[in-house]
């Protein structure tokens, strides 16, 4: 990896450089909440004091810029006996993600192993993954934030530059040809030694902030032998079953289909939209079955996935620890209090 220091007046330079060609789109406070709290959200930004680079993790993630909520997937016109199918991928120009903190990366990378290296790659995702140029920043933990717990509190790749602020200066690492030719159009130095110490003591000073942790130690083997547990039970009586966790989520993916024709029968279309499988109906098949009526059995289902069957599977969980979804969940479900009531340390 490669690394420069700028200083701070030169990311606006960069901002300006990249904002003459190119969309951009950065966190920006969008409103206050009961206690005067800022809530930050991702936009289309077009000036650099737009930018919050100082925020709080977003009420929704970055994932809606590569995988929305509803997507057009394909449209059919039929005229008489001929017919016409057109797949639109909905990317049109490269765009640009401008301070992405480290969760939300590993977030994206974890996307990418199921949408992207698997047998069935999801195009619709690849397209706009590809055209994305990121620019990852560094944050501070809230007390919420238990993303050191589950690795996800750094990140090693997926983005194509990261900046770590200290104080005066960014210390920029640089993992693209791209982002490596584009500061070129700055003045960035190459770090002195007194900057590689400055930058692993932020480093170390951040870790020390996280309160809120997860203890991952033999968790799939736990979750096994806790299938059964009446804990689930506990959990889905509180639960509302209104999906709003994996709404919220930056690592769920899962989605329904719904085709729609038009009243004529001369035109369809087919969109994509993502489900969450704490929802009434996600386990519903053909002839009315439900897999899955209970609360409970859908919320255990989810952890499953997230802390167990991703595990098997990838070697890595599916929740980065953003803590989002505790956050937005009304009944106060979090990840670390479930996690360790199955472990048995709470009840
Ligand atoms: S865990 Fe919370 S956010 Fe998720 S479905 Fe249940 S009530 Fe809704
Ligand atoms: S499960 Fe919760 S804490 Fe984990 S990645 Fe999803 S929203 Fe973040």
């Not at 994305?132 to 530059?161: K, N, W």
């Not at 200066?169 to 791209?178: K, L």
Request: include cysteine; charged fraction near 25%.
């Amino acid at each position: 990896m490669i690394f420069r220091i700028i200083k701070k007046t030169e990311l606006e330079k960069l901002f300006n450089v990249l904002s003459d060609e190119n969309r951009i789109i950065g966190p920006v406070e969008v409103g206050r909440d009961q206690d005067s709290q800022a809530i930050y959200g991702f936009r289309d930004v077009a000036d650099f004091r737009q930018l919050a680079l100082d925020y709080t993790t977003t009420s929704l993630p970055a994932k809606k810029y590569f995988l929305p909520y509803k997507e057009d997937m394909a449209t059919f016109r039929i005229d008489g006996k001929d017919w016409q199918k057109t797949v639109d991928y909905n990317i049109d120009a490269p765009f640009v993600f401008f301070g992405m903190h480290a969760c939300d990366i590993n977030a994206l990378n974890k996307l990418d192993k199921v949408l992207m290296g698997s047998v069935y790659p999801m195009p619709y995702y690849a397209a706009k993954r590809q055209n994305a140029f990121i620019i990852g920043i560094d944050c501070e933990p809230q007390t919420y934030c238990f993303c050191r717990s589950m690795g996800a509190d750094t990140v090693l790749h997926g983005f194509d530059m990261f900046i770590t602020d200290l104080g005066n200066r960014y210390f920029v690492e640089i993992q693209s040809d791209t982002a490596y030719n584009l500061l070129k159009k700055v003045r960035a130095e190459e770090p002195l030694e007194s900057d590689h110490v400055e930058y692993m003591h932020v480093i170390s000073e951040k870790k020390k902030k996280f309160t809120a942790q997860v203890d991952t130690t033999d968790l799939t083997k736990i979750l096994d032998m806790e299938f059964q547990s009446d804990v689930w039970k506990q959990w889905g009586e509180k639960c509302l079953g209104c999906g709003t966790c994996a709404n919220v989520c930056p690592t769920c993916y899962c989605y329904s289909i719904e085709e729609n024709v038009r009243i004529d029968l001369k035109a369809a279309n087919k969109n994509k939209i993502l489900y969450s499988c704490n929802l009434i109906d996600f386990a519903e098949v053909a002839g009315g079955h439900n897999f899955r009526p209970e609360r409970h059995s859908r919320l255990k289902y989810r952890y499953y996935h997230k802390h167990r069957g991703f595990v098997e599977a990838y070697e890595e969980s599916l929740c980065v620890g953003c803590g989002r979804c505790g956050e937005a969940c009304l009944a106060d479900i979090t990840v670390p209090e479930v996690i360790s009531s199955v472990r048995g340390e709470t009840s």
